[in-house]
């Protein structure tokens, strides 16, 4: 079993005065969802998600060496140019992982970071963002430690990016991805994601998903206030054992192709996110009266024509419409018909599950 000090390093074989690294990190959507978590950015339950293809961030991270500092040395670019906004929650990301990166403060450091999708879209980009500087680091790290195994570099690298944003650790790989401690995966745990350890079934592979961006504005209640409600929350021990269960049952589903199954657990899923944080103190509803009339005209087309078509949802308005590669006609034209006028300004997103975190150079 892996430990955290055990991703402290003890020395360092090389130097290196500059360089740079550019990766790109996918998003992903949970299909069972995590909410609430203990200190340190562990879950409060397991997760499960699919990596996405064609949502992600891209980093540059440049790097030169300069005499050791008592502070951490950085410029951040959002799309090439200067985001002062964006700096705090990088150097709270740092300060996170010095003990685990002892050199950060031996270099100073251009982040340049830009998204494949659009900004403020609604899709949440702190995921993809800390999986794509996490790999960078990694790539930093490995060139001062030129012994690192491929498997250690990306344990790491989804352990870094969990204490900059949770569900980050699910984006270093893919194309489906388990955190937390299960009993029904061996190789999980709290610290970092792994790659489901089974075949999908083929009728998973290429699984759909056409974002539906229902509200791009700031959500009301932000995710880490919703999470730490969950800690006196009446139902969270309850939900946190439903959780459990409902991974076991969707590990069984990803391997033997119940896609109906798959749409009641994802479905049930999405709306018990939403229940946990409406029936919080204080409760807050994330969802809008679009977000209801897509899960309703989603409902009735499935029923009418039978098509295996789902959504789930995060924490927000936004709609993940899921369904099969061999139904996306269908289930476009239908998107295209009925969803996308209660899509703000009309806009939606069509993805697909991908492989993970690229090193682009």
């Given amino acids: 079993m892996i430990l955290e000090t055990d991703f402290i390093p003890k020395t360092f074989s090389n130097e290196i005065e500059h360089g740079s690294f550019s990766w790109s990190a996918p998003s992903n959507i ?18 499960i998600s699919f990596t996405l293809n064609n949502c992600k961030t891209i980093t540059k991270l440049s790097f030169s060496k300069i005499e050791k500092s008592e502070k951490f040395s950085f410029d951040l670019l959002f799309e090439g140019k200067p985001k002062e906004d964006f700096k705090p929650k990088i150097q709270k990301f ?27 879209s609604g899709i949440a980009s702190s995921a993809s963002g800390m999986a794509a500087l996490a790999m960078n680091l990694m790539s930093l790290e490995k060139l001062l430690n030129s012994e690192m195994t491929e498997e250690f570099f990306y344990k790491k690298a989804s352990f870094l990016s969990r204490l900059g944003s949770g569900s980050a650790c699910r984006s270093v790989k893919g194309s489906v991805v388990v955190w937390g401690n299960h009993i029904d995966f061996k190789e999980s745990s709290d610290l970092f994601g792994v790659e489901f350890p089974t075949n999908i079934h083929e009728n998973f592979i290429n699984y759909q998903d056409t974002i539906l961006l229902v509200d791009k504005g700031e959500k009301q209640v932000s995710s880490t206030v919703g999470h730490d409600l969950m800690h006196n929350h009446p139902f969270s021990e309850k939900r946190f054992l439903q959780a459990n269960q409902n991974l076991s049952k969707i590990k069984t589903i990803l391997e033997n192709g119940d896609v109906a199954e798959f749409i009641k657990i994802v479905e049930s899923e999405a709306l018990t996110l939403h229940a946990m944080m409406m029936t919080s103190m204080p409760y807050f509803i994330l969802m809008k009266p679009n977000t209801l009339e897509i899960i309703n005209k989603i409902w009735k087309y499935r029923n009418e024509r039978s098509i295996p078509v789902c959504f789930t949802l995060d924490a927000g308005a936004n709609v993940h419409v899921l369904y099969p590669e061999n139904v996306s006609g269908e289930v476009l034209q239908f998107i295209k018909a009925e ?6 300004n009309g806009q939606y997103i069509c993805d697909q599950i991908g492989g993970g975190s690229n090193l682009i150079f």
């Fill in 30 to 47: 949970a299909l069972v969802k995590y909410w609430g978590k203990r200190s340190n950015q562990i879950p409060a339950n397991p997760s």
């Fill in 339 to 344: 969803l996308v006028g209660y899509c703000q």
């Fill in 94 to 120: 740092f300060e996170r992982i010095e003990i685990y990166l002892p050199f950060l403060k031996q270099f100073h450091f251009i982040i340049d970071t830009q998204n494949t999708f659009p900004h403020s």
